[in-house]
């Protein structure tokens, strides 16, 4: 065998690996409804620690809905996606919920969020249908002013009940003022931003079950995917990495090399803890609690994070993307050690750089626009603006330019340089401005 | 939707006003002196109405920094609490 056929068997991705770890997410969800859908959880210690129940409900049916294809194929995937659902029915469809959209006609597609799931997964319920049917008729169905990812969750439901009638105007209206239409800073973009992108791609697409009209590129959309991977991969923030990968399967997209890595590193974290972790699950809480009061602390701070890995797993195994999951390799940029050589110099050690270094040479190469992204957003967060144009020019040099953070970097520098017209004293130091083969260290701060 | 103070909040909240550290008596100076003119030109409504009663508020600025990760190993003790 050569040593490239070996290099892709070690990376090839198993398919019943990924049901494996998607009946090990569905059994997570049978305790999370358990534990939570009856009253959520909220730490009295702590008030921004919680979630409320009908959170666990709509985001337990959310799974189940993107496990459906999947279930098909796998009869333990189904049964657990049949079990869960019907412990989640009484959640969903109860007399609170039914009052709560009689009085709020404006929010009924929000309130009936589970049943219009749980009735695509089978489990109709025609009495709660005639009081969704009534609360649309209202002229208060529209009377909340909402985000445009908000619009198109809106009218994702409406197409999945089957009373969209708005001619994908309405939608596509939505969707040019979303974020999928703008470019993501990949050095100031704040995690509801990330959010409004990957949750406007699940609705969008139908969670994948549906080719839709971009409002750009999808190369463009599929950059700036891959630089906010980049960026929260470096963050460790494996919940936005998660969704964010959904936007390969979801938008048909072949794995792009940050996609791939970035995959496997979850992958790894998800078998060194038994879940995909989130910060918010702090030990020191964790162990202050009873042994009663753990297992609920536990499931708020963790479920919505090990889900997000579910649906990457059924994304991954509904679209066939499993077989081109191989570590692309790079021969044209060889000089990814400089790269990695600045991102060390910021002192942390994310999970993300033991898997670099465990691929061979060529497929590090290949991430050159991962490393190169985290480097600018070093750089750039840390006022370093010389080690930004050191790396700029080590891009020129290496063929590592035209993505969203070096444009963008460059677009700092020239507004910096054009202030140093005005304010001189703010100018980057003469003896820094000359080309080095190695971006420069982190000792010439601005501000 | 609004909710009531933690323990933390309430004992920041305390102390700043123990402390004098917010001066309501210059602060309702302020107030009387600008308000009613401001007022009547529609340039404050958003901040001094009939119906606003907060007029100081304390903000914890977000710094768009999550906490760290903890280490994978320890995490792992928490997997048997919600795997069952």
């Known amino acids: 065998m050569s040593a490239e056929r070996i290099e892709q068997s070690k990376h090839l991705w198993d398919a019943m690996d990924l049901v494996r770890r998607l009946g090990n997410v569905l059994e997570i969800a049978e305790r999370a409804v358990r534990l939570l859908a009856p009253s959520g959880y909220q730490d009295p210690d702590d008030s921004t620690v919680g979630v409320s129940a009908e959170k666990v409900v709509s985001e337990t049916v959310l799974l189940l809905l993107a496990c459906k294809s999947v279930a098909a194929q796998h009869t333990d995937i189904g049964s657990g996606v049949q079990q869960i659902a019907k412990l989640l029915i009484p959640h969903a469809r109860n007399e609170q919920v039914i009052i709560r959209m009689c009085l709020n006609p404006g929010l009924a597609y929000d309130y009936a969020f589970a049943h219009i799931c749980l009735s695509c997964l089978g489990f109709p319920d025609t009495q709660f249908d005639r009081i969704l049917h009534l609360c649309s008729e209202s002229e208060a169905l529209g009377s909340r002013e909402r985000l445009p990812h908000r619009t198109l969750e809106q009218e994702w439901l409406k197409r999945m009940w089957g009373s969209s009638n708005t001619k994908d105007r309405d939608e596509y209206w939505a969707v040019a003022l979303s974020m999928l239409n703008r470019s993501i800073d990949p050095f100031t973009a704040s995690r509801d931003d990330i959010y409004a992108f990957t949750h406007a791609i699940m609705y969008i697409s139908d969670l994948g079950g549906r080719t839709s009209r971009l409002p750009r590129a999808k190369g463009d959309i599929l950059a700036d995917a891959e630089t906010a991977l980049s960026i929260c991969l470096d963050q460790q923030d494996y919940d936005l990495c998660g969704e964010i990968l959904l936007t390969w399967p979801y938008l048909g997209a072949k794995w792009s090399a940050t996609a791939a890595f970035a995959f496997r590193v979850l992958m790894r974290v998800e078998d060194a803890v038994g879940f995909l972790p989130a910060p918010l699950t702090r030990l020191d809480r964790y162990y202050e609690l009873s042994d009663e009061e753990r297992p609920r602390y536990a499931m708020a701070t963790v479920y919505h994070t090990a889900y997000v890995m579910g649906l990457l797993c059924a994304a991954s195994l509904k679209h066939d993307r499993i077989l081109s999951v191989v570590m692309p390799r790079s021969h044209k940029f060889n000089r990814s050690e400089i790269l990695l050589k600045v991102i060390d110099s910021y002192g942390n050690k994310p999970h993300w750089q033991d898997d670099f270094m465990q691929l061979e040479t060529e497929s590090q190469n290949a991430l050159a626009p991962m490393l190169m992204t985290i480097a600018l957003r070093h750089a750039v967060t840390g006022h370093n603006l010389e080690q930004v144009r050191s790396l700029l020019a080590f891009g020129i040099d290496n063929g590592v330019l035209n993505y969203p953070a070096t444009r963008q970097a460059a677009g700092i520098l020239r507004r910096f340089a054009e202030v140093t017209i005005h304010s001189p004293e703010l100018a980057v130091p003469e003896s820094t401005t000359q080309r080095t083969e190695e971006p420069a260290g982190t000792d010439t701060h601005i501000a | ?84």
Do not use: H
């Not at chain 2, 008596?25 to 907060?54: H, I, P, S």
């Open chain 2, 1 to 84: 939707m609004g909710r009531g103070f933690s323990e933390a909040e309430r004992q920041i909240v305390t102390a700043l006003i123990e402390s004098l550290a917010v001066n309501f008596e210059a602060l309702g100076t302020a107030l009387a002196k600008y308000g009613a003119n401001a007022t009547l030109q529609l340039d404050g409504e958003d901040w001094f109405c009939g119906t606003m009663r907060r007029f100081i508020r304390v903000y914890r600025l977000a710094d768009n920094v999550l906490p760290a990760l903890e280490t994978l190993a320890e995490l792992r003790a928490v997997s048997k609490d919600i795997q069952g």
